[in-house]
Each structure stands twice: as structure tokens, then as C-alpha cells.
């Protein structure tokens, strides 16, 4: 093994290793914060008792995520983007539109999925603090463009 290949696989390594982002009860308190983890923005959020990780920016546009109001659509927790409201499930990072099946009697839009347009990543909580792991950054998911486009940029501070 040379010095370049194992450097690689240090860096993977530690974009794969947990970062503590919080005090549980803190982010509890605010319901959402924006980190970063190993130089990308995520948004963390806390609702109806459970913690959800994702990109900060989202895929369409790069639109500010943790700006977004959060909307039950078919019974699970949506996020929706304050600049274009694309709306995307907290907890798979799937992209909604409404449509009509033109051989369905109905005219009524139903919610269908996009399919995974935001990466959502790993959240834990360990003895009263609550950590990130980045999701396998191995296959291309449409909020990496704008996750590497705003890497490392300050993330907006979120006041309550
Ligand atoms: Fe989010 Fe367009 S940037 S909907």
C-alpha cells in the first residue's frame, strides 16, 4: 500500500465516524440546528419524538432547508423548501409532486415519489448527546451538488 492510497482511506474513514452536534435536550429545545460534519452543512431536526439528519441545502435549487415549515403529506413528516416548496420525507429524503393517472376515473392529484433526491444521513444518541454519521457518499444523490457547493461555508445561525 502506498502513502497516497492510505491517506484515501483515512479521510474516508473519518467522513464515516460520528460527530457529536449537540446536547440532546438542546436540540430538543430548538427542534432544528444546522451543523457541520466533516465540512458539510446538515440540518438536524427534532420532531414528534424523533431525530431526522439531511442536507441543509436542497437539491432543486440549493434552497436554505432549515428555513422550511414541516407539513404531514400521506402521514409522514415533510420538509418543505422555503424557495421553490418542494416538498421532501424527513426521514428518507424522497422528493414529492402531486399527479393525476390519466386512466384513473378520479381527477384528484395523489402525492408520488421522486425517489431520493436529499441525502439523509445517521443520527444517535449516546448518553445525552446526539451525533451525526454522514450516509455512504459513495453513490451520487442529487443534494450533493449543492452540499459541495456550499461546503465548508458558514452555516446560518438559528435563533429561538
Ligand atoms: Fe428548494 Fe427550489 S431550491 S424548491
Redesign the pocket.
Known amino acids: 500500500m502506498n502513502g497516497e492510497s492510505s491517506e484515501k482511506t483515512s479521510d474516508k474513514e473519518d467522513a464515516n465516524s460520528p460527530v457529536c452536534v449537540g446536547r440532546e435536550e438542546d436540540i430538543k429545545r430548538l427542534q432544528r440546528t444546522t451543523v457541520t460534519v466533516h465540512g458539510r452543512e446538515v440540518l438536524v431536526l427534532y420532531h414528534d419524538g424523533r431525530f431526522y439528519a439531511m442536507d441543509c441545502?436542497?437539491?432543486?435549487?440549493?434552497?436554505p432547508?432549515h428555513l422550511g415549515e414541516i407539513e404531514d403529506i400521506n402521514g409522514q413528516p415533510c420538509i418543505i423548501?422555503?424557495?421553490?416548496?418542494?416538498k421532501i420525507i424527513l426521514a428518507t429524503g424522497e422528493g414529492l409532486y402531486q399527479a393525476v393517472n390519466p386512466r384513473e376515473p378520479s381527477v384528484t392529484p395523489k402525492w408520488q415519489s421522486k425517489g431520493v433526491k436529499q441525502r439523509t444521513h445517521c443520527i444517535t444518541v449516546d448518553n445525552g448527546n446526539v451525533y451525526v454519521t454522514l450516509s455512504d457518499l459513495a453513490d451520487d444523490i442529487d443534494s450533493d451538488y449543492y452540499a459541495e457547493k456550499y461546503k465548508n461555508t458558514v452555516h446560518y445561525p438559528i435563533k429561538k
Request: hydrophobic share 20%; proline share 7%; charged share 15%.
Open positions: 441545502r436542497c437539491y432543486h435549487a440549493g434552497g432547508l423548501c422555503p424557495w421553490h416548496k418542494y
